[in-house]
């Protein structure tokens, strides 16, 4: 079974600075998808951004960004510029790539991690 | 654009009663998926279907039940609730199944048993 693990449980970031939230996984399988999920207070889950492992090409979205090592099985998100808005729970997600090898399309979340802004 | 409906958004129940949770995809999604997340924890995947048919299950205890109608929309039902059964629970719906697609988080269903 897929296990994920991220391992600091609270960290904080003075706003406009950058943040390493970091997450390790455990697999068998080759193909697969890693994802991190944003549950701000109204605990809506909100995706952040999504790697192919297939893909060595590190997943870009505007201020958030991924060191996605697969020999190490690291998967780490940085926010760059921080804003207060960017508070809340992270959430690093693994998904099978079931096309490919069969299994299955859940996803298996790490316990999370609060990130705390400050002005 | 659209998104995930699920109703209620809140709900409080006695022990030993019954619930139901109600989850409407994304227009044209056919792929449902719950999860269930406990105070302070992770979510974690209680079951899913693909085109009417449960296509995968987690850790789903038995007093739970549940079904995707022709429609697409799913429900989630829970006998004989228990105090630990409080969390809020979630549905995601995808596009297909086997695909690279993004599941769409609900809003949640906040379920407290007195």
């Known amino acids: 079974a897929q296990t994920v693990t991220q391992s600091q449980p609270e960290m904080s970031v003075q706003e406009a600075e950058t943040v390493t939230l970091s997450c390790t996984y455990d697999?068998?399988?080759?193909?697969?998808?890693l994802f991190w999920y944003k549950q701000p207070p109204s605990r809506q889950m909100i995706l952040v951004i999504r790697q192919e492992a297939y893909k060595q090409q590190n997943a870009t979205e505007n201020r958030f960004s991924v060191n996605f090592q697969k020999a190490a099985k690291s998967f780490s998100l940085k926010i760059s510029d921080s804003q207060l808005g960017d508070a809340a729970m992270y959430f690093c997600a693994y998904r099978s790539a079931v096309r490919y090898q069969g299994g299955s399309e859940k996803l298996v979340f790490g316990k999370g991690m609060k990130l705390t802004v400050n002005p | 654009a659209a998104g995930v409906i699920q109703s209620p958004r809140h709900l409080i129940k006695e022990k030993r009663e019954t619930a139901t949770l109600k989850c409407y995809p994304i227009p044209r999604h056919d792929t449902v998926y719950w999860y269930q997340q406990g105070p302070g924890q992770d979510p974690q995947f209680l079951i899913s279907f693909y085109e009417k048919m449960q296509s995968d299950k987690g850790s789903i205890p038995d007093r739970f039940s549940a079904q995707q109608f022709s429609d697409y929309h799913s429900e989630l039902n829970m006998s004989s609730l228990e105090l630990g059964d409080s969390a809020l629970y979630f549905c995601?719906?995808?596009?297909?199944?086997?695909?690279?697609?993004?599941?769409?988080f609900g809003p949640g269903t906040r379920l407290t048993v007195l």
């Open positions: 697999t068998s399988e080759s193909d697969y998808y």
């Open positions: 995601a719906s995808t596009q297909g199944w086997g695909r690279a697609n993004e599941q769409f």
